[in-house]
């Protein structure tokens, strides 16, 4: 059987057919779109949130969590980026103009965005203090490459899957909490960029001969 949902991604649950006769449009199963597109994606974690929600009672870690997203959320928007989902206490997200012709514009977009929210954790900071709540720190990874659209046929959200977005995931530790870093990828698209200062802080093992470099993001 296959189901085509109103973006054009078609289910198909032809190869469970076999194995379980019983499936049905109501299962869970995934599509790909079938077309690669190159973006910056991003991820913005909060740190040591399982720690901190634990002495703030479960009336306040609803709000504790929301101010922190929606304001997340609120920057991204103002940058051009767009949320991909929300895992918990953190935000992955990418940049669409980092796929068209003008691309530059797409990877400002995505270092000032990350620059911005790490301005903002003063103002996140008192906001929270206000409502009787503690500080929040966070992390902020990026990276650029190659990454396949997908859907779920209970979701009207598109996700996606890729190299950059494992890759955020990855070296999101190695940026100091209120810190933003990049991927080697990025890197060696955006390092003659005159407004920026990187600095190589670490490597990732990619489990092949080379290691992946990891850049600190400051502006000059």
């Not at 929600?53 to 609803?62: D, H, L």
């Not at 903002?120 to 966070?138: F, R």
């Not at 190589?200 to 600190?216: R, T």
């Amino acid at each position: 059987m296959n189901f085509l949902d109103k973006d054009g991604f078609s289910f198909s649950d032809d190869n469970y057919e076999n194995t379980d006769p019983d499936m049905n449009p109501a299962d869970y199963m995934v599509a790909f779109s079938g077309n690669t597109e190159n973006y910056c994606v991003g991820l913005v974690d909060m740190v040591n949130s399982t720690k901190i929600t634990a002495t703030i009672g479960n009336g306040n870690i609803a709000r504790y969590y929301q101010i922190f997203l929606n304001s997340m959320s609120k920057i991204l928007s103002r940058f051009g980026g767009f949320v991909i989902k929300n895992v918990g206490d953190c935000l992955v997200y990418y940049f669409p103009e980092s796929s068209k012709s003008n691309r530059k514009f797409g990877f400002m977009s995505c270092l000032e965005c990350s620059l911005a929210m790490i301005e903002y954790h003063d103002t996140i900071c008192k906001v929270l203090n206000q409502e009787g709540l503690p500080n929040v720190d966070y992390r902020i990874s990026a990276d650029y490459g190659s990454v396949v659209l997908m859907k779920s046929n209970n979701s009207e959200t598109v996700d996606m899957i890729g190299p950059p977005v494992n890759m955020c995931s990855k070296i999101n530790y190695a940026a100091s909490p209120n810190g933003t870093v990049i991927g080697g990828d990025l890197y060696s698209m955006v390092k003659g960029f005159s407004d920026y200062r990187f600095k190589e802080i670490d490597n990732f093992s990619l489990g092949f001969k080379h290691l992946y470099p990891i850049y600190e993001v400051h502006r000059k």
